[in-house]
């Protein structure tokens, strides 16, 4: 490497990453108590012990910036989150069909506005950096001008998202419908215009099977069907009424899963949203196709929608993903997100090793999505988004970590008494992106 013309920065922290999926004994964790990591123009170049790598710091010539008392992790992934929802987060309960038409709907709405779109998106890409969350797979709205927003307030930062524009051609207000064709018209334009383009990904976004018409349905799996790479997301089995609804509308199909399925809507770059009533044939479709869950815990619990079964989605060796979802979940925080996942993980008889929980939200979720190859730890290569976080943020949290004998312990402790005040730095490819 030509260090003249190289830009190289260097970071001396504690700093923990995953090198694969762990086990509580601490195979797949790398952690260094003084570490560094040292970046070449934005991605990772060099991470160890200080020992070792402070005169390499010197040798090259890098600037170096430390950390004391902190934690350095690759930033947090979310692979399910609306952000037009950042409007009705918090609104007052009801069960999921309700709450979509008497909250998220209306809201939904004044996004047909690209300069309140554009306000929504920058609020909503702060509130994930100042929460650790550097990448995520977003719903937009049903409308191009709200995709366009996102992208351009993500492209400015030089965040990695992944978005796409709803389709949803019935049973929705009609200021709130597309057409199929229309639907298929504008979502192709977006691929063109958006999907890799520098680190920006498309997702083709049906809402959810009541939503779309059958032939919208085979035009957004057409449109995967004729974009390689680009995602799809929507959401499955969220709430008992629902499933009620899509037996009502596809009496044909098998079962919820089987209606996506006859529309060539499954696959490795599939996630879908909840997956909280499943059968054991929904199960193993899933898996047989390398289609994903997002699970999103605080959603699933505000609305009442049911405990999501992560032991036997394991058992099936099908993708699970940790999401915030937004509003009907209540913290773009993915800290706030395990908390509650550990939760229903222990109502359904399994307790959610903190190594795991930590994995989930990083590397884990960049295999969910198919983007390890980039993000998730700090490989050589990888591009740097990363966090630093600092439990002397919050009195409790600080006081409970100086108890603790071990990592693991302490990793606990930050995620069921932690939220985004941990969160000190949100470092994107090297730069600064937030700051508390």
């Known amino acids: 490497m030509n260090s003249s013309a190289t830009t190289f920065t260097a970071y001396r922290s504690s700093i923990l990453h995953f090198t694969e999926s762990p ?15 040292i970046l070449a123009d934005g991605k990772v170049h060099q991470l160890g012990n200080s020992q070792d790598l402070l005169p390499q710091v010197a040798d090259l010539g890098a600037s170096l910036v430390e950390f004391p008392d902190s934690l350095i992790m690759p930033g947090f992934i979310d692979s399910h989150v609306h952000y037009p929802q950042v409007d009705v987060i918090g609104c007052f309960g009801e069960q999921l ?13 004044r996004f047909a506005q690209r300069e309140y779109a554009d306000a929504a998106a920058a609020l909503f890409l702060q509130q994930l950096l100042a929460g650790g969350t550097t990448t995520a797979m977003v719903y937009c709205t049903v409308h191009p001008q709200s995709v366009e927003a996102f992208f351009t307030a993500s492209q400015a930062l030089n965040t990695c998202m992944i978005a796409g524009k709803v389709l949803m051609d019935r049973n929705a207000p009609q200021a709130l419908q597309d057409t199929a064709q229309s639907g298929y018209e504008q979502s192709q334009q977006l691929i063109d215009g958006w999907h890799n383009q520098g680190r920006q990904k498309y997702v083709v976004t049906p809402r959810f099977a009541p939503t779309s018409t059958p032939e919208q349905m ?13 995602y799809m997301q929507t959401h499955l ?12 509308l596809f009496p044909d199909n098998k079962h919820y899963l089987d209606v996506y399925d006859k529309f060539g809507l499954l696959g490795p770059t599939s996630v879908f949203g909840h997956g909280i009533h499943l059968s054991e044939e929904e199960w193993q479709r899933l898996a047989d196709t390398g289609s994903g869950i997002a699970f999103c815990p605080t959603s699933n619990l505000f609305l009442g929608s049911g405990l999501f079964d992560l032991a036997t989605a394991r058992q099936h060796g099908v993708s699970v993903s940790l999401a915030t979802d937004v509003g009907a979940g209540t913290s773009l925080c993915q800290l706030v ?8 993980a222990q109502l359904r008889g399994l307790a959610l090793h903190p190594y795991e929980a930590f994995y989930w939200l ?4 960049a295999k969910a999505l198919m983007l390890d190859d980039t993000i998730g730890n700090f490989e050589a290569g990888k591009t740097a988004d990363f966090i630093v976080l600092n439990s002397s943020s919050v009195p409790l949290v600080d006081y409970r970590v100086q108890q603790c004998k071990t990592l693991w312990e302490k990793l606990f402790v930050m995620m069921t008494l932690g939220d985004d005040r941990l969160i000190q730095h949100t470092y994107i490819a090297g730069q600064q992106a937030y700051s508390a």
Do not use: C, H, I
């Open 23 to 37: 086990n509580a004994q601490g195979e797949g964790v790398e952690y260094f108590q003084d570490g560094v990591l």
């Open 362 to 365: 990083t590397l884990g979720n």
């Open 218 to 230: 085979r035009l957004a799996g057409k449109l995967l069907a004729d974009n390689p790479g680009v």
């Open 97 to 109: 069909l309700d709450w979509l038409n008497n909250y998220t709907f209306p809201a939904e709405m």
């Open 337 to 344: 997100t395990l908390n509650e996942a550990y939760k229903v």
């Open 237 to 248: 089995s969220e709430n008992t009424a629902e499933l009620a609804w899509v037996r009502d």
